[in-house]
Antibody, heavy 121, light 107 residues
Framework: VYLQESGPGLVKPSETLALSCSVSGDSIDGGGYYWTWVRQLPGKGLEWIGS???????HYNPSLKSRVALSQDIAGNQFSLNLTSVTEADSALYYC??????????????WGQGTLVTVSS | DIQMTQSPTSLSASVGDRVTITCRPSQNIYKYLNWYHHRPGKAPQLLIFSSSSLHTGVSSRFRGSGSGTEFTLTIDSLQPEDFATYYCQQAYTTPWTFGQGTRVEIK
């Protein structure tokens, strides 16, 4: 299974950050996983952003919930992240990953290589 | 949110050493605890899930243990590729949260 993030590396303050994650080797409508975004802020640890399941359930981190929207393109086998009203504090390395939704272990595997997003005018 | 506290935040060790990292969640998470390692420029990789289960393909020199509010990751006989940052993650409830990381450096 392979995940690959894509999107602009530079976003202006107050605009919307839009990223996509292309999945190969698995089908996002298979039902066994949450398709997930995580970010790493500079010099900081990892922060879960949100997860989407093929049946339509979506979970967001409350700290970002008012600005985040996840969606999925079943035909294209990819899922997307929109983060609105970005500030420099949203500059980070953004990862997409797959989270087990069946066993309850909720482990994140595998991960994409990550895409660096800088918010700057 | 469940806060995850790792210790130490960094350590220096030599190839062949045994290393232990501790993770303490702010509340009982039973055995819902996963470990990852992360090398710069690479994707994070799952090592251990459900506190002590070794992920497929991961070396048996990695061992996880613990439950409730204290967990440990032990690396037996540290190898050059093990120098990285290690994160714990609670899988008990959303928002899923990670520890701040433990950086393992070469002495």
């Amino acid at each position: 299974v392979y995940l690959q993030e894509s999107g602009p590396g530079l976003v202006k303050p107050s605009e919307t950050l839009a990223l996509s994650c292309s999945v190969s080797g698995d089908s996002i409508d298979g039902g066994g996983y949450y398709w997930t975004w995580v970010r790493q802020l500079p010099g900081k640890g990892l922060e879960w952003i949100g997860s989407i399941h093929s049946v339509g359930s979506i979970h967001y981190n409350p700290s970002l919930k008012s600005r985040v929207a996840l969606s999925q393109d079943i035909a294209g086998n990819q899922f997307s992240l929109n983060l609105t009203s970005v500030t420099e504090a949203d500059s980070a390395l953004y990862y997409c990953t797959r989270v087990d939704a069946v066993t309850g272990a909720h482990h994140f595997d595998p991960w994409g290589q990550g895409t660096l997003v800088t918010v700057s005018s | 949110d469940i806060q995850m506290t790792q210790s130490p935040t960094s350590l220096s060790a030599s190839v062949g050493d045994r290393v232990t990292i501790t993770c303490r969640p702010s509340q009982n998470i039973y055995k819902y605890l996963n470990w990852y390692h992360h090398r710069p420029g690479k994707a994070p990789q799952l090592l251990i899930f459900s506190s002590s289960s070794l992920h497929t393909g991961v070396s048996s020199r990695f061992r996880g243990s613990g439950s409730g509010t204290e967990f440990t990751l032990t690396i037996d006989s540290l190898q050059p590729e093990d120098f990285a940052t290690y994160y714990c993650q609670q899988a008990y409830t959303t928002p899923w949260t990670f520890g701040q990381g433990t950086r393992v450096e070469i002495k």
